[in-house]
């Protein structure tokens, strides 16, 4: 399955998007989806698994070590589990995972597209997964124009190793420290989303 396909099949799938405006995904992919059979409810389970799967799957290559970001994920998943007295796992699946920091609980997931991601907020602090390469200026020009989205959820690329949002949230902050300390890697911000805060006034350099 392409890129294309997995990110609308994704995006049509999810009860939390609840459908596409009109022309952001073609009307003959939807076809195709539908001629597949891939859209109907008999197989929407089937569906959203194996979506989780090539979500997890997704090949991460920081050298010189290869891996992806579902083992990072189950990793991290580990590290809260065992290594981490004040993280509690609420739930962990391939391509998900629910932690609690004393009452703040805070949610990751690995995607394989961001259609629709403006619709994905709620009111737990959540940090989507996936590679922003496709459609990156759409990104940035969404945070920046969405206050509230930007506050609540963050979008990070962990082949380009960048991250998008504000939202404030300690277990994020624990998964770039692990990041960090298992394989020598970290987050940076994208600079067009950063300079396009300070264009808008929202920070400026003196606050780092």
Known sequence: MSDEHA????ALTDERIGG????AVS????????????????????????????AA???IEWAPLSTTQGEVLAAFTTHCRHEL?????????????????RREESRFELRNGFLGVDRLTSATPTMLLGDTERDLDGLVTVFLDRPELRSKLAVCDL???ERLG????SSFVYFEWFLRD???????????????????????????
């Open 159 to 161: 082949g380009r190793l």
């Open 182 to 208: 298992a394989y020598g890697v970290k987050l940076l911000p994208v600079q067009a989303f950063t300079q396009g805060l300070i264009d808008r006034g929202v920070i400026s350099l003196g606050m780092g």
């Open 20 to 23: 596409l405006p009109a022309g």
């Open 57 to 59: 799957g997704r090949p």
């Open 27 to 54: 009307a003959a992919l939807v076809e195709e989806l539908e001629a597949d059979g891939l859209l109907g409810a008999a197989r929407r389970e089937a569906v959203l698994r194996a979506l989780g799967e090539r």
């Open 7 to 10: 990110e609308a099949l994704e």
């Open 166 to 169: 504000t939202v404030r949230s």
């Open 85 to 101: 007295d004040d993280v509690v796992v609420v739930a962990a699946e391939a391509a998900r995972l629910v932690v609690r920091w």
